[in-house]
Every structure is written in C-alpha cells, then in structure tokens.
C-alpha cells in the first residue's frame, strides 16, 4: 500500500522508467565514440517513419553531450554522470509527496542505521502511515476496527495523531522520524 515514490525515495534508487531511459542514454552516448562496436548507428540518418521509438530519439539530449570531446575520456566520464545527474534530479522532481509529511522527504538520518532492525522496520512503516499498531491503518485493512484512538477516544489513531495526542504529549515532531530516529523510536507509542 506505501506509494513506491515514498519507496524510490527512502531506498534511494531510480524509479524502472527514470533507469531504463538513463542506460539507453548512457549507451547512445557510447555508441557516438568511434571505436564502440556500434558507432555504424550513430552516423546513420533517421529511418523515414518511426514507428517505434529508437536510441535516435535521445539525439537532443546526447548530441551536444557527444560533441564535446568524449573520445578523452575524461570528458566521456563526465557526460555519463551528467546523464545520471539529470534522470535524478528529473526523477526527484516528478515524486509525489511524502504522505505523512505533506513534503517531500528530507534524507533520513545515517544514525538510524545504528537502532535495531525492528525499531528501523516500525520507523519506515510509520513514515508510510501503512503501520499495524496504528487503528486507523487497522481500519483500512479490516471490517469492524474503529479508527478512533484507543488512548483518547478523538481523533482518527493516524502518524500525524501520535505527535499530538492529549493523552501521551511529547515534544517530539513527525519529521524526528526521519531527523532524530533514536528520538522517534522512543517517543510516542503507536498505540
């Protein structure tokens, strides 16, 4: 149920699209080099009708890169992480936000990775709000649970509720889930 734009994110992986489209550039950048088994394609005109979209497509965004020099290697290296650098950023970009945050994510803390593995686990489901102890996940998932926190009996039992519930006050913020993690896994209960 987590949206795989909150997974790309925290994994810190391309999205299949974002990655497929950066290794055919990638490749079309080194089939402009002259000793690259397939040069013969990149000094070929366009076929007449494109059908089918080929490596010719990505001409506007190779070619100036193709024309710097990359028979230095050097330059070549340098077009190959300014292809990465792009799918990235345009990757980034085109994420949807954080459901819990209403933002995009920040980066999550390096030191979460010192906290036991089942503390990590909890963290990463309540940054999807797809978490069993929270009811109204539970409520989501099965007939006959109640939304309402057990603690305070008002609001919906959601992520954003635990920070601010009457009945356990903390001053811990949502965004210590990811910020402070060993302050987030000690602070408010998910029920």
Same mark, same amino acid.
């Given at each position: 149920?987590? +949206?795989?734009?909150?997974?790309?994110? &925290?994994?810190?992986?391309?999205?299949?699209?974002?990655?497929?489209?950066?290794?055919?550039?990638? %490749?079309?950048?080194? *089939?402009?080099?002259?000793?690259?088994? *397939?040069? +013969?394609l990149s000094t070929?005109?366009?076929?007449?009708? $494109?059908? !089918?979209?080929?490596?010719?497509? %990505? $001409?506007?965004?190779?070619?100036?890169?193709?024309?710097?020099?990359?028979?230095?290697i050097e330059i %070549?290296?340098?077009?190959?992480?300014?292809? +990465?650098?792009?799918?990235?950023? &345009?990757?980034?970009?085109?994420?949807?936000? $954080?459901?819990?945050?209403?933002?995009?994510?920040?980066?999550?803390?390096?030191?979460?990775?010192?906290?036991?593995?089942?503390?990590?686990?909890?963290?990463?489901?309540?940054?999807?709000?797809?978490?069993?102890?929270? !009811?109204?996940?539970?409520?989501?998932?099965?007939?006959?649970?109640?939304?309402? *926190?057990? &603690?305070?009996?008002?609001?919906?039992h959601s992520v954003?509720?635990?920070? $601010? *519930?009457?009945?356990?006050?903390?001053?811990?913020?949502?965004?210590?889930?990811?910020?402070?993690?060993?302050?987030?896994?000690?602070?408010?209960?998910?029920?």
């Open positions: 149920m987590a +949206h795989t734009d909150h997974l790309h994110t &925290e994994t810190k992986l391309l999205p299949v699209k974002y990655h497929s489209e950066l290794l055919a550039k990638q %490749y079309w950048l080194s *089939c402009h080099r002259p000793h690259h088994p *397939c040069h +013969h070929e005109s366009a076929p007449p009708r $494109n059908m !089918k979209g080929t490596l010719q497509k %990505y $001409n506007t965004e190779v070619l100036p890169l193709a024309d710097e020099g990359i028979n230095n %070549y290296f340098d077009c190959l992480r300014s292809l +990465h650098t792009q799918a990235v950023t &345009e990757a980034i970009s085109n994420y949807t936000p $954080n459901r819990v945050l209403g933002t995009p994510p920040p980066d999550i803390s390096p030191l979460e990775s010192l906290l036991p593995r089942s503390f990590r686990t909890t963290l990463a489901q309540l940054r999807t709000g797809h978490c069993l102890p929270l !009811k109204l996940y539970m409520a989501r998932i099965t007939t006959g649970v109640s939304d309402v *926190c057990p &603690e305070c009996g008002v609001a919906p954003e509720h635990l920070f $601010n *519930c009457s009945a356990h006050p903390t001053q811990l913020t949502i965004q210590d889930l990811l910020g402070q993690p060993s302050r987030g896994s000690r602070g408010p209960k998910p029920g």
